[in-house]
């Protein structure tokens, strides 16, 4: 399991969130393009990295404009989301106060379910306030995350 692992061994695993959003994107025929930072690509040395404010290196992968405009980051799991307290926060912000009126949208890919759907930022955050999710800490970092099953998210296919 990816979350096991050091940062340095995950960036080098393939990245199947990023591609599956992409696919999905141009299946909806929406205009998109990179947005924030990516770590495959962009190298800059962890000591530098960590001076970027959090809002910077939390910025989503994508911008979308569809029926309105949309920020979309890419996240992937297995059986359980593990989304990180910070990003949370972060996300909280992104989701319509940094650009009035855009939102955000996780696009989450599960490689257990080989199966990513798109979902509102602000119906995820409802789920974790009322369903208490375990938090629980990276090994690597000591960061918290909550734990969330992917049959929470993915309701449509229960």
Known sequence: MSHQLTFKERINITDYADIECKKALEKKGVYYTKFGFDHRECKIPSKQWFKFPKMLRAAP?????????????????SSSLRLKIDDYHAYDEWDGNIIKGAGLLLYIYSTDL???????FKTLKKKILLNCYPVEQYNDNSKEYYLIPIGDIFEKRN
């Open 61 to 77: 992968d994508f911008i979308v404009v569809a029926d309105k405009t949309w920020f979309v980051e890419a996240k992937g799991c």
């Open 114 to 120: 080989n199966y990513g759907e798109f979902v509102v």
